[in-house]
């Protein structure tokens, strides 16, 4: 079977070394014919690339004689940089794709810095490369653009060379099989549906707490923020999921279009719903201000946690909270959706039911309901009914896999369409560089105790 030709934009960099090469060997390793051709401005040749493919390989734990084989027959490489044109590169891969016999069918993945998209992707234009014999595909990397103007632009120039059709926005959130799972898990249990509205919930949180810092990105991290680096893109992505209406069909186009909805749904943003933090040192750990390409007075926010409300007849009413930090107690996404406590109380019961959907680590569902203790006279106790994706399935793919199989097989479901990137940018425009300084948290904790104030209850957050 011929397969693609996957043209890396950015070969060397971190992405392709972590990611990318891994993904591409569990994908067309299996195709007796497919190529993968790293392009970047280094001198590397074939035989450096395939070095470079067999420690990435390595790294990731793959047989070495196997991945070896498979570098030798698969990976070649092409040297030019952003700005130089890519006569060369359409050269290389035509003669490729006629001694490897390929159809002709072409994936360009942009890895590269975000500041050199608008240029690499006309170079592609001009160099003829936005045709193909067979079909041509072109994957953008997150951040697409940095607010609103900048992505306006940006889809300017790739539509002027790439139809909507032919491009994938990656969101690697909607990689992850957790998050594709919330479509089934709502769509395809109607006993969850039928309460999966202002009747039946009281209040959705949404949390994606990471424990680590920076790491190394605080250049980036400084000019960005926490509202550009995970919500305008991955928290949007997963509300959307949550709340969206079914779709008329269970098609990219109709899947997509729910999701814009939701985001044109939202009421606006104000001040008093948002609330912004910043790790602080603690122990022995460096808050925010000590890390390297940080501004010593730097007031941007690593952590923000807000409260938004859909404007829409199924969910008015409903508050849904959104938060998200660096340097928190522990490393977990997770929804967590509250069901109305019952109109009468018989029984002096512990909590509201719960649905806790964890999207990593420890992928599962945890339904949290009351049960009487035995022997007792009417204790009640909250117990889980739980299910855990490692018990019943095993390893879960990795999100780039499930991506980058989308893109060969043409599903765009699981990107991200232009008209919701702009959308996103437009809705979370006002705190994109906010204009208060943010609240100090220490290092380890759950952010700043001001976001406790956003909920309308005294039970806390309810992920913790
Ligand atoms: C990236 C952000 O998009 O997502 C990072 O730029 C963040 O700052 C990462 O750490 C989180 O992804 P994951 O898959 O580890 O939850």
């Given at each position: 079977m011929s397969g693609p030709t996957f043209v890396i934009l950015g070969a060397t960099g971190d992405l392709a070394r972590r990611k990318l090469i891994p993904a591409l060997y569990r994908l067309?390793?299996?195709?007796?014919k497919a190529m993968v051709l790293g392009v970047s401005r280094?001198?590397?040749?074939d035989e450096g690339y395939r070095a470079y493919a067999r420690e990435s390989l390595a790294d990731a734990g793959f047989n070495e004689g196997e991945a070896t084989k498979w570098c030798d027959s698969c990976i070649h490489f092409a040297q030019a940089a952003p700005g130089d044109g890519y006569g060369g590169v359409a050269d290389r891969i035509a003669e490729l794709e006629s001694e490897h016999r390929l159809g002709g069918d072409r994936v360009f993945y942009l890895a590269l810095p975000p500041k050199a998209y608008p240029g690499t992707v006309a170079d592609l234009g001009e160099a003829g490369l936005?045709?193909?014999?067979g079909w041509v595909r072109l994957v953008v990397e997150k951040p697409?653009?940095?607010?609103l103007e900048s992505a306006r632009e940006l889809n300017e120039i790739v539509h002027r060379y790439f139809p909507e059709e032919s491009v994938y926005r990656i969101d690697h959130y909607l990689g992850k099989e957790t998050v594709q799972n919330l479509l089934i898990f709502r769509f395809a249990n109607a006993l969850f549906e039928s309460s999966w509205n202002r009747g039946g919930i009281e209040s959705v949180e949404i949390t994606v707490a990471e424990?680590?810092?920076v790491e190394g990105r605080g250049n980036y991290y400084d000019g960005s923020g926490v509202v550009r680096d995970m919500v305008q893109n991955h928290l949007a992505q997963l509300m959307t999921l949550v709340a969206m209406e079914p779709p008329a069909s269970y098609s990219p186009g109709a899947i997509r279009d729910e999701k814009v909805k939701v985001l044109e749904s939202l009421q606006p943003l104000d001040a008093e719903s948002v609330v912004f933090g910043q790790y602080g040192p603690s122990g022995d750990v460096d808050g925010y201000?000590?890390?390297?390409?940080?501004?010593?007075d730097s007031a941007v926010p690593t952590f923000v946690a807000m409260r938004l409300a859909i404007d829409n007849w199924r969910w008015q009413g409903v508050p849904f909270y959104l938060r998200t930090g660096k340097g928190l107690g522990r490393r977990v996404t997770q929804i967590a959706v509250t069901f109305h406590d019952n109109p009468v109380r018989f029984f002096d019961q512990t909590a509201p039911d719960h649905l806790l959907m964890t999207l990593q680590p420890d992928e599962g569902f945890e339904l949290r309901v009351d049960v009487k203790e035995p022997a007792s006279d009417m204790n009640l106790r909250q117990i889980p009914l739980t299910f855990s994706y490692e018990e019943e399935f095993g390893r879960l793919p990795d999100a780039y896999e499930t991506l980058l199989a989308d893109v060969v097989e043409g599903d765009q479901t699981l990107f991200v369409r232009a008209d919701m990137v702009e959308e996103a940018w437009e809705y979370f425009a006002p705190i994109l560089d906010p204009p208060t300084p943010p609240y100090l948290y220490p290092a380890g904790s759950w952010g700043p105790r001001e976001a406790e104030s956003l909920l309308h209850h005294e039970r806390g957050w309810t992920t913790r």
């Amino acid at each position: 079977m011929s397969g693609p030709t996957f043209v890396i934009l950015g070969a060397t960099g971190d992405l392709a070394r972590r990611k990318l090469i891994p993904a591409l060997y569990r994908l067309l390793g299996g195709w007796d014919k497919a190529m993968v051709l790293g392009v970047s401005r280094s001198d590397l040749g074939d035989e450096g690339y395939r070095a470079y493919a067999r420690e990435s390989l390595a790294d990731a734990g793959f047989n070495e004689g196997e991945a070896t084989k498979w570098c030798d027959s698969c990976i070649h490489f092409a040297q030019a940089a952003p700005g130089d044109g890519y006569g060369g590169v359409a050269d290389r891969i035509a003669e490729l794709e006629s001694e490897h016999r390929l159809g002709g069918d072409r994936v360009f993945y942009l890895a590269l810095p975000p500041k050199a998209y608008p240029g690499t992707v006309a170079d592609l234009g001009e160099a003829g490369l936005d045709k193909a014999p067979g079909w041509v595909r072109l994957v953008v990397e997150k951040p697409f653009g940095t607010d609103l103007e900048s992505a306006r632009e940006l889809n300017e120039i790739v539509h002027r060379y790439f139809p909507e059709e032919s491009v994938y926005r990656i969101d690697h959130y909607l990689g992850k099989e957790t998050v594709q799972n919330l479509l089934i898990f709502r769509f395809a249990n109607a006993l969850f549906e039928s309460s999966w509205n202002r009747g039946g919930i009281e209040s959705v949180e949404i949390t994606v707490a990471e424990a680590i810092g920076v790491e190394g990105r605080g250049n980036y991290y400084d000019g960005s923020g926490v509202v550009r680096d995970m919500v305008q893109n991955h928290l949007a992505q997963l509300m959307t999921l949550v709340a969206m209406e079914p779709p008329a069909s269970y098609s990219p186009g109709a899947i997509r279009d729910e999701k814009v909805k939701v985001l044109e749904s939202l009421q606006p943003l104000d001040a008093e719903s948002v609330v912004f933090g910043q790790y602080g040192p603690s122990g022995d750990v460096d808050g925010y201000l000590a890390e390297d390409g940080v501004a010593p007075d730097s007031a941007v926010p690593t952590f923000v946690a807000m409260r938004l409300a859909i404007d829409n007849w199924r969910w008015q009413g409903v508050p849904f909270y959104l938060r998200t930090g660096k340097g928190l107690g522990r490393r977990v996404t997770q929804i967590a959706v509250t069901f109305h406590d019952n109109p009468v109380r018989f029984f002096d019961q512990t909590a509201p039911d719960h649905l806790l959907m964890t999207l990593q680590p420890d992928e599962g569902f945890e339904l949290r309901v009351d049960v009487k203790e035995p022997a007792s006279d009417m204790n009640l106790r909250q117990i889980p009914l739980t299910f855990s994706y490692e018990e019943e399935f095993g390893r879960l793919p990795d999100a780039y896999e499930t991506l980058l199989a989308d893109v060969v097989e043409g599903d765009q479901t699981l990107f991200v369409r232009a008209d919701m990137v702009e959308e996103a940018w437009e809705y979370f425009a006002p705190i994109l560089d906010p204009p208060t300084p943010p609240y100090l948290y220490p290092a380890g904790s759950w952010g700043p105790r001001e976001a406790e104030s956003l909920l309308h209850h005294e039970r806390g957050w309810t992920t913790r």
